[in-house]
C-alpha cells in the first residue's frame, strides 16, 4: 500500500490545520492507521492512532484534546484535524499503516510540514 500526506502548511498559533492521507494500491481498511511527526534531532512520535473500524483511537498527551484523528474507508483516506495548534506542534508529520495485530508500522508517506508560528 502507498500512502500519500498532504495539507501541511504554515499556520498561526491558536491556528488550525487539516492534514489528509490518502492510501492506493491496497484498502486501508485492514490496518491500524497513525499519524507521528519528528522534528531534527528528536525521535519520530505518534501523535494520534485510529483502528479500522474507528472506535478504537489513541492520542499522546501533548495532542489530546486539540486533535482528531478520522478515518473514511469508502475513500481510502486518513485525516488528522489540528485545532489550537501550538508552535511546538511544528515539525514534519507522517502518516503510516500497521497490521492490527502487529506493533511495527510498516507502510508509510513520505511526510508534511506542520509550521506553527507564535
Known amino acids: 500500500v502507498q500512502l500519500q500526506a498532504s495539507g501541511g502548511g504554515l499556520a498561526q498559533a491558536g491556528g488550525s490545520l487539516r492534514l489528509s492521507c490518502l492510501g492506493s494500491?491496497?484498502?486501508?481498511?485492514?490496518?491500524?492507521l497513525g499519524w507521528f511527526r519528528q522534528v531534527p534531532g528528536k525521535e519520530r512520535e505518534l501523535v494520534a492512532e485510529i483502528i479500522w473500524d474507528s472506535a478504537t483511537t489513541f492520542y499522546s498527551e501533548s495532542v489530546k484534546g486539540r486533535f482528531t484523528i478520522s478515518r473514511d474507508n469508502t475513500q481510502n483516506t486518513m485525516l488528522l484535524q489540528m485545532n489550537s495548534l501550538k508552535p511546538e506542534d511544528t515539525a514534519v508529520y507522517y502518516c503510516a499503516a500497521r497490521f492490527p495485530n502487529k506493533l511495527q508500522y510498516i507502510h508509510w508517506g513520505q511526510g508534511t510540514q506542520v509550521t506553527v508560528s507564535s
Open positions: 494500491g491496497r484498502t486501508l481498511r485492514n490496518y491500524a
